[in-house]
């Protein structure tokens, strides 16, 4: 039977997230021959518990590594942290420790997989990962990258990345242009592999804003038409019919497992995590925004009718801006 690799990395404070992840692609995703790779730093014993138990009653194939042994790996090259951790750069140096593979899908933790994997591990790929692209190219790469891939779902084929020596590219990236790594696993590897990135179908890593804003098509297809926006409309129309992962993004600054009105995965999120967690109660967000529940809405007709420029100073007015485009 053929075997389905798949890497998830985290920290014991995203454990939650990771597991109902897990639970999620293995829901759906019945009779195939899974096995789940993680990169953890600081499960705790109970944290294992929960992954072995995992392990039995749906028969698949957990294996955990240490942060520990990339640790060295990712301090020889220092490559910058992301929100005070490495845990997020250890995807680009799977391969150097998981080997003898043909593909391995990393997944980012906060996701949800509401189809089957099987055609993605299918997809004929002309180079060493793919990825789906951002709508926008972030303003701090604006003039060096024509094309901008989130990081969140990537699929390595790993004949392509060593006949690429991919590693080396990533190292010499790194050491002319660290200065200028806002998102260090993902500008890296969007400058790194440029031009060496298999684009997939956006149905492969769906983004919350986009999943929202869907809802008013007139208002999305005029705020389409005045952006400079890396996909066509009828290109994210057509796959939101056959979505397999979705990711549950900041929308507002709001997730899913926190009180909201706003967030459009909150009953899917909640559906997964009570599958392992009847305890599972959303954790406090005090912000007025998340509140107000036709904030989407708002927010359509702003984005079809201002420029982003414009969107961004309202947003520093109302002290809600955080630069750059967050993943």
Known sequence: MKKYNVLYTSDSRFFCHMLTSIYSLLKNNKNKDIVIHIIEYGFTEYQKKLLYELEKNYSCNIILYSMDDFISVINKYNVPKWRGTDIANARLFACEFIKNLEKLLYIDSDTIIVDSIEELFNIKMNNPVGAVKELFIPSHMDGILSKYYNSGVILFDYDMWEKDNCMNLLYSCLEKNRDILFYPDQDLLNMALE????????????????????????????????????YDYYEISESLKDVVI?????????????????????????EYRTMWDNDFQLSNNNSLISKIKLISFFNCCLKAFLKKDDLDEIKKFLKIYKGPEKR
Not at 204 to 221: A, D, H, Q, R
Not at 247 to 265: A, C, G, R, T
């Open 195 to 230: 031009g060496r990135i298999d684009t997939l179908n956006i149905s492969y890593n769906f983004p919350s804003f986009v999943y929202e804003i869907f809802k008013y098509p007139l208002l999305t297809k005029k705020y389409f038409e005045k952006e400079s926006i890396l």
């Open 246 to 270: 979705l990711h549950m993004l900041e929308y507002f600054y709001v997730k899913p497992w926190e009180k909201n009105s706003v967030h459009p995965f909150n009953k899917i999120y909640r």
